[in-house]
């Protein structure tokens, strides 16, 4: 019987002009064809909601079957339901019962309705009886939003669940993926990127594959490309003495740049040059003032004057701007009053401290195994930083934090860092995401 589904199923694709590639074939045939939930991980650009909306629209094909496509937003939601629409309501006015683009409701004449749903609004996901619920990045989703909402739509009637996402470290989900290696009911499949044909002809040597394991860290590559459940622990950068560590004084001939980490209490400040070798822009952190305690911002500004270096620009963290003390001004606007513009990027993405700590690491060491960071041998505090710098130790095998440790000393140095790289070298905030270790 469930081989002559399957036959149908790729009739139904065939008329709607669908290939799926071979990442997507395991969703649309899975091997254990009586399982229930369907956990479907899989790299960026893999085609996820092209292939999640044509099961849709296979189920919502027959009669009397109801269908939810959940988002994080009700604008994801709508990326899954618009394929839908476009497919099923568009060029067919006689199938349609009722039908609103913007409400994101479908009901054909065959009893089928097909709605779309936001998870960051849990109250509505109130119902039961559904056939078939898709879920769109759910690695995102906080659990008890699956526990408590979206897990009794689907018990009365045994419908099928898929659950389709990138990964996020080894949250809930991977404990559902770990599900489909002995349960029956449960299938699991993961697929990186570049077996999408479509986007990446070249597969693995794709130039764009390429240029982003050039770019990222190799955690955050198998992550975000090769669906892989990375797991980020022990040090955050992956920092090496014996490679990273030499003769790189002041250079009269490159360009030179200023990060600082404000804070009255131990501010950081570090001085860069950078060069590019043919490949890319290698990054040197020639000198410093670190570990240096209840400096005024007043005091921090004559210090770095002091250094004498031609500073091109000046980076700094946003929350500079921020006003404090009977100054009524901040960091940055006493620096700007000095003389000295601060730069510093505001967007939301090279805010999340947890995605810019990811970027910054692909600098360490790319998926290549490119290093671009050499600290000069006289930057002792740099060096110990670099070195000291760690995510909280896991328990039972799960971290406790995904955030680096704050312990109010080496981390300091390690922000102005940080704040260089995301001025120096954007963040793409369309392929970055909040990751977790």
Same mark, same amino acid.
């Given at each position: 019987m469930q081989e002559k589904n399957y $036959? &149908? *199923? *790729? *009739?139904w694709f065939d008329y709607l002009g669908y290939k799926p590639h071979n990442g997507q074939l395991p969703l649309h045939y899975p091997a254990k064809q009586d399982a229930r939930f369907?956990?479907?991980?899989?790299?960026?650009? &893999?085609g996820k909601t092209w292939a999640s909306a044509m099961e849709a629209t296979y189920?919502?094909?027959q009669p009397n079957k109801r269908i939810w496509v959940v988002g994080m937003s009700y604008k994801k939601a709508r990326l899954i339901f618009r394929e839908i629409w476009q497919r099923m309501v568009i060029g067919h006015p006689d199938d349609v019962d009722k039908a609103s683009e913007k409400d994101m409701f479908i009901r054909f004449k065959w009893g089928t309705t097909v709605e779309g749903m936001s998870a960051d609004n849990p109250s509505s996901l109130v119902g039961e009886g559904l056939d078939l619920l898709v879920i769109d990045e759910v690695a995102k989703m906080n659990k008890k939003i699956w526990d408590m909402y979206l897990s009794p739509t689907v018990a009365g009637r045994k419908g099928k669940v898929i659950f389709i996402t990138t990964p996020e470290g080894r949250n809930w989900i991977y404990d559902l993926f770990k599900l489909g290696r002995d349960d029956p009911m449960w299938e699991s499949h993961s697929s990186p990127s570049w077996v999408n044909q479509h986007e990446f002809p070249l597969g693995l040597?794709? =130039?764009?594959?390429?240029?982003?394991? !050039?770019n990222m860290s190799k955690e955050l590559f198998g992550q975000e490309f090769g669906a892989e459940f990375s797991v980020f622990e022990g040090k955050v950068w992956d920092f090496n003495r014996d490679l990273d560590v030499g003769n790189f004084p002041y250079d009269p001939n490159l360009p030179t740049f200023c990060a600082i980490d404000f804070g009255y209490r131990q501010p950081a400040v570090l001085f860069i040059q950078t060069e590019f070798d043919g490949i890319a822009e290698q990054? !040197?952190? &020639?000198?410093t003032i670190l570990h240096k305690q209840n400096i005024k911002t007043e005091d921090l500004i004559k210090m770095i004057k002091t250094k004498g270096y031609p500073i091109i620009s000046y980076y700094g963290d946003p929350a500079g701007s921020n006003v404090q003390g009977q100054s009524g001004a901040g960091d940055v606007e006493i620096f700007r009053r000095s003389g000295i513009r601060i730069l510093c990027t505001r967007d939301r993405m090279s805010r999340n401290l947890v995605a810019s700590v990811a970027y910054t690491r692909g600098f360490f060491e790319n998926a290549d195994g490119v290093r671009r960071?050499?600290?000069?041998?006289k930057c002792k505090e740099m060096i110990e930083d670099f070195e000291e710098y760690r995510y909280p130790e896991s328990q039972d095998g799960k971290p406790i934090k995904e955030e680096p440790l704050k312990d109010g000393f080496h981390d300091h140095g390690n922000d102005a860092f940080r704040y260089f790289?995301? $001025?120096? &070298? =954007?963040? !793409? $905030?369309?392929e970055m995401k909040r990751i977790q270790r």
């Open positions: $036959n &149908f *199923k *790729k *009739k369907q956990v479907v991980v899989c790299g960026r650009r &893999f189920v919502a094909s040597e794709d =130039p764009a594959i390429i240029e982003r394991k !050039r990054i !040197r952190v &020639f000198d960071v050499h600290v000069d041998a790289i995301i $001025n120096r &070298f =954007p963040m !793409r $905030n369309q």
